[in-house]
């Protein structure tokens, strides 16, 4: 089991390019959650999934999209990027109901 | 709405417990969660408490949850260089799984 993979790992983008940032679990989990960390901010929700073909925006969804592929893979969308995005973004996944959310180790984004 | 306020950083001595403390505002919360972060990497579940329990022991470390003060606690004994990471409190709202992060508190362990 691989359990979360995110691509990529690293990327730098000039204001106003878009990207998708992927995301994959292979634990066939039914919810999948976006997340974006800051300095002394913790992790805060972005968007998430709660199953496949439902997707909800969280606390921060403004300049992000989703979309939530099939059962394994949940993906987002930058379409304008902004240098406030700067962050790292993780993906994570678990059962509905279930305690524990695993997730994926990051991919680190500089918007220029 | 719903806060989790951690403190930031905590240095202590190899050998010595170590106490991060999580004060949390929604009195609904039904789990309350500690996750670990070691540098450049993910988080990773370290152990939670159900809201109805007032402590949960787990090795090294243990959790003591003061519902009316709505305060949360992870101890770690004989704090190791391995244990040098941030620690994430968590709360889980519903049953969406959705979690609420406090700021995260960096752990140094000195030699």
């Known amino acids: 089991n691989a359990g979360v993979t995110q691509t990529p790992k690293f990327q730098v983008l000039k204001t106003g390019q878009s990207m998708t940032l992927q995301c994959a679990q292979d634990m066939n989990h039914n919810s999948m959650y976006w997340y974006r960390q800051d300095p002394g901010m913790g992790l805060r929700l972005i968007y998430y999934s709660a199953s496949e073909g439902t997707t909800d925006k969280g606390e921060v969804p403004n300049g992000y999209n989703v979309s939530r592929l099939n059962k394994r893979e949940f993906s987002l969308r930058l379409e304008s990027a902004a240098p406030s995005q700067t962050s790292v973004y993780f993906c994570?996944?678990?059962?509905?109901?279930?305690?524990?959310?695993?997730f994926g180790p990051g991919t680190r984004l500089t918007v220029l | 709405g719903e806060d989790v306020e951690q403190s930031l950083f905590l240095s202590v001595r190899e050998g010595d417990s170590s106490v991060i403390n999580c004060t949390y505002t929604d009195s609904s919360s039904t789990y309350l969660y500690w996750y670990k972060q070691e540098p450049g990497a993910g988080l990773q579940l370290l152990t939670y408490?159900?809201?109805?329990?007032d402590m949960k022991q787990d090795q090294r470390l243990t959790v003591l949850l003061n519902k009316k003060d709505k305060h949360l606690s992870l101890r770690i004994a004989d704090t190791q260089t391995g244990d040098s990471a941030i620690y994430f409190c968590?709360?889980?709202?519903?049953?969406?799984?959705?979690?609420?992060f406090g700021q995260g508190t960096t752990l140094q362990v000195k030699p």
């Open positions: 968590a709360e889980k709202q519903g049953n969406t799984g959705k979690l609420i």
């Open positions: 994570a996944s678990g059962l509905a109901g279930d305690n524990e959310q695993f």
């Open positions: 408490i159900f809201s109805n329990m």
